[in-house]
């Protein structure tokens, strides 16, 4: 482990799927830490990698996924190299995932109690009646409203939002060190989203489990997460903390995203739009995979793939815009905006530190 | 929107649909519901699911046979037609764009006969040449070229799929269109691109909408007027840019509070405000009132002063 604050470290991964098309390469070369108690969100359209990448660290992917390369380290051990009946000890036990898709994430045929006991009686070899006596406790804690009758209730009984409830009792249960949620508000009202939302935060102080929180919704990805990675065709292109993609955002495709979600008070006859579609993964294009759908793009661009570039301790970004010899561009009006809002709170934040002294730890985390 | 002036293109009057009548799970899908749609508006319907949005739409293009109440298309009630040519000149001039452009387009047509599958039956098209030639205008108005025609819609990404729905709708040259949560299956970029197509097309040919979704801000940024429906009722009706800013009905401010806005500093500082739907339930006759100019709230006798009063305090009303 490079940084003992990391609890995951997903370095150089490379993931293909095998079609009769050829190579589908669908992860191509992602590297990302998750810090103990933290929500790293990632965001990308669907075909970006941000499921696939998650399935990966589950040991989860369909039969013709093939990991070129790469190395997922949990508390100094590479998932990637466990067999699949040590991956059966961590799934569920130390990492456990909320599925997008609370009806049929279910077993329509199993009392709901018995789906929650069951993490407790596989991974603990727990009784059945002690194991049904904790489901009750998370049943209780998820805000299950009358837990005590509707334990032996079936799924279909639920609505969404309780269902989804359900299914993070099962992945909380045992109290995993990291949880995966794979779009868990998507199929939800946004009503029942932020109490699910609420919860999510409420359960992680209360457990202390850091959360890969997966999403393509950009509003909710401002309210949960500490840091952010963007992923584009298989790759991260930009990552920072949530303040810094959201107000300093430096590639282009980020800038596309953020522009492209109209907020309450957007108007306008043109709602900025990202051209074209995302690039054919069996045969990703050469340079930076976004070019063809990028007004700033570079020449460069289709010739030579951008590597990071450095734009605080904490923020990085793939785009040969942060070269040194690249041209000045100005960034779409949204985010011109964005970014003199961050310059402001840049300044309040200078000016509370030499006032009250050095910001502490704490608050800078936040 | 010039309000003043324009025409009402549909009215709708105390409709009721209900399903499963008389027997034990009777539902009440929209419970007496009353609004006017304008000529060349977007009308935005929001509502969680199960507000009875949905069925609000399949009612007014004449899926279900209304349990009671009216639709006046118009002028002309969609539920009283008598002749064939009626009812066939009614379904030219309405159409519907779908939620779901997988499962909307039948899989093995090619597009062209899919787009032109309304022109056919409506004998819109001169001989095959005209035909043709119309179906490909119509692509390419939509974004995809001609080309496209003869290939089959597994080819195409949802995105595609749905400028597919939508040249389909406006084969037919309608008047009327009713988008069912139309981008609510496709991703963000997608989404705005398919937004702004739709704003084009209401330019270029005077279309009125009908935008049904869940997705608030997608909703105001497409909609010239909103209203708000709640377990088969309508709350509240407004201009969106004053329902967004001054939503005067408890249950539409709870939604908005709960609306994600992807600004960390807002979602920090957020509070959502909570709603209990059991205050509808109390037995007392409710009815739409105009609260301010064209802002109407559902509303009984004696809490017509205190919207009144929160019109006041918004300065929706200056008197």
Known sequence: M??????????????????????????RNVSFDLRKGETLAIVGESGSGKSVTTRTIMGLNASNADIVSGSIMYKGQDLLKKSEQEMEGIRGQDIAEIFQDPMTSLDPTMKIGRQIAEPLMVHKGMKKDKAWAQALEMMKLVGITDAESRINDYPHQFSGGMRQRIVIAIALINYPEVLIADEPTTALDVTIQAQILNLMKELQDKISTSIIFITHDLGVVAGMADRVAVMYAGKIVEYGTVDEIFYNPKHPYTWGLLSSMPTLDSSGDELPSIPGTPPDLLDPPTGDAFAARNAYALKIDTEQEPPFFKVSDTHYAATWLLHPDAPQVTPPAQIVERQKKYAKMQQALAQAQQTTGPVEEEEEQQ | MDYENAEKILEVKHLKQY????????????????????????????????????????????????????????????????SKQERRDFRQEMQMIFQDPYASLNPRMKVKDIVAEGIDINNLAKDDDDRTKQVEDLLETVGLNKDHSS????????????????????????????????????????????????KKLQREQGLTYLFIAHDLSMVKYISD?????????????????EIYAHPLHDYTKSLLSAVPVPDPEFERARQEIAY????????????????????????????????????????????
């Open chain 1, 2 to 27: 490079d940084n003992e604050n990391n609890i995951l470290e997903v370095r150089n991964l490379q993931v293909n799927f095998k079609t009769y098309a050829g190579d589908v390469k669908a992860i």
């Open chain 2, 19 to 82: 399903f499963n009548v008389g027997k034990s799970d009777e539902v009440h899908a929209v419970d007496d519901i009353s609004f006017d749609i304008y000529k060349g508006e977007t009308f935005g319907l929001v509502g969680e699911s199960g507000s009875g949005k949905t069925t609000t739409g399949r009612a007014i293009i004449h899926l279900y046979e209304p349990t009671s109440g009216e639709i006046l298309f118009d002028g002309k009630n969609v539920d009283s037609f008598t």
């Open chain 2, 151 to 198: 290939r089959y819609p597994h080819e195409f990404s949802g995105g595609q799929r749905q400028r597919i729905g939508i040249a389909r709708a406006l084969a037919v040259k309608p008047k009327f269109v009713i988008a069912d949560e139309p981008i609510s299956a496709l991703d963000v970029s997608i989404q705005a691109q398919v937004v702004n197509l739709m």
């Open chain 2, 225 to 241: 007027r909103i209203g708000v429906m709640h377990y088969g009722r309508m709350l509240e009706i407004a201009d969106s840019d």
């Open chain 2, 276 to 319: 209990d739907g059991d205050q509808e339930n109390d037995g007392k006759e409710r009815h739409l009132v105009e609260i301010a100019p064209r802002h109407w709230v559902r509303a009984a006798d004696d809490e017509i002063d205190m919207y009144t009063q929160r019109a006041h305090e918004a300065s929706l009303i200056h008197d």
